[in-house]
């Protein structure tokens, strides 16, 4: 049974390009979550998506967007990057809405420059 | 807006002692509250879930206690182990989980 995994690992970009992140969620769940965590942070909600729509969204600008998939598989786009965009973006599945147990992928570590 | 404090940053404990840690929230309340460990690099893994009406639970070495008075909870590892060092990460939890910024353990072999 495959965990929540997500793609890219690490991702280099400059300011102002756009990037996508992926996340395939842990099998049998249906929610996923997507988080931001700057070094030394805890990680900050940015969004969940459940039934391919945004149900909540954390305090983040409308450059941070997303999608899920009929399979429950998510994409995080993120636009006009910032350099104080760099973190480590982790996604997170679980079983229906609400703040049920989370269960993380490694992460993408994005650096803009 | 919901604020979430761990104590410290980070916490020093020798070998075999027990590690307290603490977390306070204010301006809100959740249902419950869930503890997550991270390891450098890695996302959070989840350890145990407290119930608004429960005071306490153990898991193994853990226990975990949930003061909704005080809004407080405390995270204790007994017999500690140089492997348990990491960073621990509280959630207080209602429609989503919102994490303080983590304390990190270093147990000293």
């Known amino acids: 049974d495959a965990g929540v995994t997500q793609s890219p690992t690490h991702l280099i970009k400059t300011r102002g390009q756009q990037v996508t992140l992926r996340c395939s969620p842990k099998?049998?769940?249906?929610?996923v979550s997507w988080y931001q965590q700057a070094l030394g942070q805890g990680p900050q909600f940015i969004f969940q998506?459940?039934?391919?729509?945004?149900?909540q969204r954390g305090n983040f600008p409308d450059r941070f967007s997303g999608h899920q998939f009929p399979n429950y598989s998510s994409e995080l786009n993120v636009n006009a990057l910032l350099l104080g965009d760099s973190a480590l973006y982790l996604c997170?599945?679980?079983?229906?809405?609400?703040?049920?147990?989370?269960?993380f992928g490694p992460g993408t570590r994005l650096l803009v420059l | 807006s919901q604020k979430i404090e761990q104590n410290s940053e980070a916490l020093n404990i020798q070998e075999g002692k027990t590690a307290t840690l603490t977390c306070n929230y204010t301006n809100y309340s959740p249902a419950y509250l869930q503890w997550y460990r991270q390891d450098p690099g890695r996302g959070p893994v989840f350890l145990l879930l407290i119930r608004e009406n429960e005071k306490e639970k153990r898991k193994e070495r853990l226990k975990v206690t949930f003061d909704t008075t005080l809004k407080q909870s405390l995270f204790h590892i007994t017999a500690s182990q140089p492997a348990d060092s990491a960073t621990y990460l509280c959630?207080?939890?209602?429609?989503?989980?919102?994490f303080g910024t983590g304390t990190r353990l270093t147990v000293i072999p």
């Open positions: 998506y459940y039934e391919e729509e945004e149900r």
């Open positions: 959630a207080p939890t209602s429609n989503n989980l919102f």
């Open positions: 997170a599945s679980s079983l229906g809405l609400a703040g049920a147990t989370q269960y």
């Open positions: 099998s049998g769940h249906d929610t």
